[in-house]
């Protein structure tokens, strides 16, 4: 007799899911939205109820991902200075990830003057900083997009903001 047997392999910080069979291949497992979980499947022979070890098991491996609905982007309120030679401050709002998947927000820089474009400090720090030259104006979008082992993840739509930026010359 062979027989096969799911394992749960489970990193989060949420309750570890459960299988509702762990020897039917159709069993079925709820997964917390912002969770993934990977199940190893495992065949082995059976003789009145020991697992004969002189056949190797078998095994295969599946992933779960169930991602949480990207929130909403922030990007914080548009800022105004005169004639500023220091940096200013970004005022995202920062993302938190749900579960075991990653949501992260980016920032991204649009800007058509003729000096050389502003750079955000930290791409991924909603508090970042840019400077940005007396007379130029810049617009930031703050993108919240879902991750995978360092992958978009394209499933769930990515939410955006804008905010832009005015240094006036003196």
Known sequence: QQIGTWTVQYTGANAAPVVSDIHDPKATIT?????????????????????ITTCPATTDVVTIYNYAANPA????A??????RTTAF??????VVSTGNIQQI????????????APVVSDIHDPKATI???P????????????MV????????????????IYNYAA
Do not use: F, H, K, R
């Open 73 to 76: 982007a922030n990007a914080g």
């Open 135 to 146: 007379g130029d104006q810049v617009q930031l979008t703050w993108t919240v997009t879902s």
């Open 131 to 133: 400077t940005v030259t």
């Open 105 to 116: 927000g980016t920032w991204t820089v649009q800007y058509t003057g003729a000096n050389t």
């Open 89 to 94: 401050t970004l005022d995202a709002t920062p």
């Open 149 to 164: 082992n360092g992958v978009v993840n394209t499933n769930c739509p990515a939410t955006t903001d804008v905010v832009t």
């Open 31 to 51: 997964v917390t939205p912002g969770d993934q979980v990977q199940l190893t499947w495992t065949v082995t022979s059976m003789v009145n109820g020991a697992i």
């Open 78 to 83: 548009d800022q105004e200075d005169c004639g």
